[in-house]
Nanobody, 125 residues
Framework: QVQLVESGGGLVQAGGSLRVSCAASGRTFSSAFMGWFRRAPGKEREFVAAVSWRGIDTYYADSVKGRFTISRDNAKNTVYLQMNSLKPEDTAVYYC??????????????????WGQGTQVTVSS
């Protein structure tokens, strides 16, 4: 069983930066996509960013494009989300996800096989 554990969340002021990490452990698998999703209070989980197996292709939601950067370090089995110019509307629980194959779009929750427990990111005004 694959385990994904997020870390690095916390409280930051608007305009600040934060980097969240997701470490994978357990059974080894080749991840087609690693992604970040978030769930804001009172809202459904939404796509934030994703990165391909090679780590070259990256995808972002329009709301975070230009501010967030996703990357992965396969040697460390870790994916990162660097968040800059944070806004109060970025406040959410951020979830790491992994897809074991290219079975669906990178922005679909259903594409991913494994999920972390989430890490809280709070952006104050």
């Amino acid at each position: 069983q694959v385990q994904l554990v997020e870390s690095g969340g916390g409280l930051v002021q608007a305009g600040g930066s934060l980097r969240v990490s997701c470490a994978a452990s357990g059974r080894t698998f080749s991840s087609a996509f690693m992604g970040w999703f978030r769930r804001a209070p009172g809202k459904e989980r939404e796509f934030v960013a994703a990165v391909s197996w090679r780590g070259i292709d990256t995808y972002y939601a329009d709301s975070v494009k230009g501010r967030f950067t996703i990357s992965r370090d396969n040697a460390k089995n870790t994916v990162y989300l660097q968040m800059n110019s944070l806004k109060p509307e970025d406040t959410a629980v951020y979830y790491c996800a992994a897809a074991s194959s290219y079975g669906g779009p990178y922005y679909y929750t259903e594409t991913y096989n494994y999920w972390g427990q989430g890490t809280q990111v709070t952006v104050s005004s």
